[in-house]
Nanobody, 128 residues
Framework: EVQLVESGGGLVQAGGSLRLSCAHS????????IGWFRQAPGKEREGVSC????????AYADSVKGRFNISADNAKNTVYLQMNALKPEDTAIYYC?????????????????????WGQGTQVTVSS
């Protein structure tokens, strides 16, 4: 059974940092793409970043390029999203997702409809 559990959210001031974790189990990481998404109140869920460990491809949404960094620790079955220089507009529930058929590549923001497996989300609030 595929399971994804996010953690690391919280309240931070603008300009601060947070590191989100996505602990995954039930699948072989090399066979799946892991994506980070976020959903702000009243808005659609949007792709933030993704990682494909089979070929090392990583992608970021334009809104977070240069501020967020995705990485993976295979020994811990965990994918991280390091978020720096946070802005109030980064406030959202952040989700990690996984799928064996999703695509992740440069200049390609992950798409919600490509991912079948989702975590429960973790709240990130950035105060001004």
């Amino acid at each position: 059974e595929v399971q994804l559990v996010e953690s690391g959210g919280g309240l931070v001031q603008a300009g601060g940092s947070l590191r989100l974790s996505c602990a995954h189990s039930g699948f072989t990481f090399d066979d799946y793409v892991i994506g980070w998404f976020r959903q702000a109140p009243g808005k659609e869920r949007e792709g933030v970043s993704c990682i494909d460990s089979s070929d090392g491809d990583i992608a970021y949404a334009d809104s977070v390029k240069g501020r967020f960094n995705i990485s993976a620790d295979n020994a811990k079955n965990t994918v991280y999203l390091q978020m720096n220089a946070l802005k109030p507009e980064d406030t959202a529930i952040y989700y990690c997702a996984a799928d064996s058929a999703a695509y992740c590549g440069a200049d390609y923001t992950p798409r919600v409809y490509e991912f079948d497996f989702w975590g429960q989300g973790t709240q990130v609030t950035v105060s001004s």
